[in-house]
């Protein structure tokens, strides 16, 4: 069953790779999303697709890559829209 969420990532985690990380993992388990940079310094990322590869995608933003520092995650559920890609923006 697919599902759509969407995180938002405190932290040190603009300028870090944080968006381009999540899009290489993100394809690689067959998701697509969004993730952007936010005024507030984090990163949102609304991402979709089936529940076992999200559970591996949120756990993964829990830590990020390497050079991130994420401090909290806020997690809810989104409206399922058919998403086909990974965009950066």
Do not use: Y
């Not at 993992?25 to 609304?46: I, M, Q």
């Not at 559970?55 to 058919?82: A, N, Y």
Request: proline share 3%; glycine share 12%; with cysteine.
């Amino acid at each position: 069953m697919k599902k759509n969420l969407i995180i938002h990532v405190q932290g040190r985690v603009q300028g870090v790779f944080f968006r381009l990380a999540a899009k290489e993992l993100a394809l690689s388990l067959g998701l697509a999303g969004v993730a952007r940079n936010e005024p507030d310094g984090g990163v949102s990322v609304e991402v979709e697709g089936e529940t076992g590869p999200l559970e591996r995608f949120v756990e993964w933003c829990r830590h990020g890559p390497e050079q991130s520092t994420v401090k909290s995650l806020d997690i809810r559920d989104g409206e399922v829209r058919g998403l086909r890609d990974f965009i950066i923006r």
